[in-house]
């Protein structure tokens, strides 16, 4: 098998990118976002997408010109210095809590199933046994997990159109858009709503961290992107109306899909294969991806010293295995600990998004660090200097605005552990700069090299001493 047969095809790399989109977000948030806004939860998942789409171009443009495999790090840390490269390799190991979110939720949709599971151990072990399940199934490799994922999407999508197909007939259109169900939480609520979905329909962008492992990247990869955000974006919408359309925005706000499901679909099969398809099968799809995500995005960290180098270790299918170990621990100690979901997600997604915050400046740097590679590039005649620090500037404030909005409704406690978490890891880097300057100015201070005293070289007397 060649090196291009062992990569992933434009197929593999679609499911993949659709597994990362369509997951925990619909599942998770799409009540809570009903609670901040009501029914306008349709207009903020199209606002989210835009949003996303615009935000995220420069991360898009380095992808398809500097592929590598822990790409936020390396755009970070190649781009614009080694220490802002270390910066966000801590926020975002600090983010990948999310994990935890995945198993929780779907204890909780198979606990609808099976009432039994209903109580906290019940619920604990099922999300324990889902994250092992998924632990294992991605020490098998990449491929393993692409060809896993292909399957489980299409059990997703027809699960998610058997909800949206049965539930638009039920929906009062001429109510659902009446003053009184939108906006519910005003204009903050509204932009609270669309911070909380934008990776529940951004997920895509994550495919960029394995363009070296997908078959001609440079020419598939943005359009992948583009094309499965706006697709999943309008069935995501479909969706909101139905959630939100079928019973009174009071009874579904905050609430689990489930609550408006049994309105669709009643009680037989089509409940159940709606909550195995779609509620369970959005889950782990996104469980599934996040375990080889999550490691391949900080193998390069760990290579550059950030963390123990050990940690990039991978077994005989290329699968960092002990970087997927210490994440299936991020999952299951919040479950053991159960921790709240709601803040638990907010967390994880404000600091998700500060941490995408910080490649995206890299683009300034490429077309002076890379010149030849981007003069021959299609983006050089496009993008002169002015619109690539405008397309930044809009960048920085759309995800600036985002974390604010995020974190502003979140208990202060939770943000204090963010706040202190990130000045420990400014402090820690700081300091770790200073000790590295001391260092180099001690050991060239020492009198170990040949000195000049009136035309004459002479060795210092020390010399002979002292070993460095």
């Known amino acids: ?5 062992k990569k992933l095809s434009c197929l593999e790399t679609t499911g993949l990118a659709v597994g990362f989109t369509i997951g925990s977000g619909i599942i998770t948030q799409t009540g809570i976002g009903i609670a901040m806004t009501g029914r306008s939860i349709v207009l903020a998942f199209l606002v989210s997408a ?19 495999t822990s790409a936020a790090f390396s755009y970070s840390s190649e781009l614009i210095h080694e220490d802002v490269g270390k910066f966000y390799a801590y926020i975002y190991f600090l983010g990948r809590m999310t994990i935890a979110i995945f198993g929780i939720s779907f204890a909780q949709y ?44 299409v059990i997703l999508i027809a699960g998610i159109l058997c909800f949206v197909l049965c539930g638009l007939g039920k929906v009062n259109f001429r109510e659902f858009f009446s003053g009184e169900s939108l906006f519910t939480g005003g204009p903050g609520g509204f932009y609270s709503a669309v911070s909380l979905l934008y990776f529940a329909v951004g997920g895509s962008y994550i495919i960029t961290d394995f363009a070296p492992k997908i078959r001609n990247a ?19 919408m479909l969706m909101g109306i139905v959630a939100s359309g079928v019973m009174p925005v009071s009874e579904v706000a905050g ?9 669709v679909l009643g009680s037989g099969g089509l409940y159940a294969f709606f909550i195995i398809g779609a509620c369970l099968g959005a ?37 960092p295995y002990i970087l997927m170990t210490i994440f299936y621990c991020f999952g299951a100690v919040p479950t053991v600990a159960g921790i709240d979901l709601t803040i638990l997600s907010k967390m994880a997604v404000g600091l998700t998004i500060l941490g995408t915050c910080i490649p995206m400046a890299g683009i300034l740097r490429l077309p002076k660090k890379y010149p030849e590679l981007w003069r021959t590039s299609r983006y050089a005649g496009k993008y002169p200097e002015w619109r690539l620090k405008l ?78």
């Open 1 to 5: 098998m060649n090196s291009q047969e």
């Open 218 to 236: 440079s020419k598939i990869m943005v359009k992948v992107i583009t094309g499965v955000t706006l697709c999943v974006c309008l069935l995501y």
């Open 391 to 468: 397309m930044v500037i809009i960048t920085y404030l759309v995800l600036s605005t985002q974390v604010i909005s995020l974190f502003a409704s979140n208990p202060a406690w939770s943000n204090i552990i963010i706040i202190v978490y990130t000045a420990i890891v400014i402090a820690g880097i700081a300091a770790g700069r200073l000790y590295q300057r001391k260092s180099a100015d001690y050991k060239s201070g020492f009198p170990n090299h040949k000195s000049t005293k009136e035309g004459n070289h002479y060795e210092s007397k020390n010399t002979s001493k002292t070993s460095w």
């Open 283 to 319: 889950l782990i799809t996104t469980l599934n991806s996040s375990f080889i995500w999550y490691s391949n995005s900080l193998i390069e960290a760990c290579e550059k010293g950030c963390f123990p180098r050990s940690w990039a270790k991978t077994n005989r299918f290329g699968a």
């Open 110 to 153: 198979l606990a609808s199933l099976v009432p039994d599971l209903n109580h906290p151990t019940g619920l604990k072990l099922t999300a324990l046994s889902v994250l092992t399940l998924f632990y294992i199934i991605n020490l098998f490799g990449v491929k393993a997990a692409a060809r896993f994922q292909n399957v489980l999407c």
């Open 50 to 68: 835009l949003l996303f789409l615009i935000s995220f171009r420069p991360v898009f443009i380095m992808s398809t010109l500097l592929p590598r």
């Open 255 to 263: 609430k689990p899909l489930t609550a408006a499901a049994s309105v």
